[in-house]
Nanobody, 116 residues
């Protein structure tokens, strides 16, 4: 059974940093997967944040460009999201996503709250 499990969320003050992790388990051939982070704020639709492909090409949403960094460690089947200079509007549940065999795979999410 393939699973994505996020961790690293929490409460942080504006201007602070957090690093989210997403570990993939099961037969997923992680190194060839494009891994994506999404987030969903209360009352809003889920939105794309960042993606990294097997060549480590990266894409970011304009709202996080220059503040967030996506990276991966294929030996650990893990994708990271380093979030710096956090703002209250970054408050959301953050989800890891990929596809395998035509199926969408989502993690359960990790909550990030940016507040003083």
């Amino acid at each position: 059974q393939v699973q994505l499990v996020e961790s690293g969320g929490g409460l942080v003050q504006p201007g602070g940093s957090l690093r989210l992790s997403c570990v993939a388990s099961g037969t997923i051939f992680f190194s060839i997967r494009t891994m994506v982070w999404y987030r969903q704020a209360p009352g809003k639709q889920r939105e794309f944040i960042a993606a990294i492909n097997s060549n480590e090409d990266r894409n970011y949403a304009d709202s996080v460009k220059g503040r967030f960094t996506i990276s991966r460690d294929n030996a650990k089947n893990t994708v990271y999201l380093q979030m710096d200079r956090l703002k209250p509007e970054d408050t959301a549940d953050y989800y890891c996503f990929t596809t395998r065999g035509g199926y969408d795979l989502w993690g359960q999410g990790t909550q990030v709250t940016v507040s003083s």
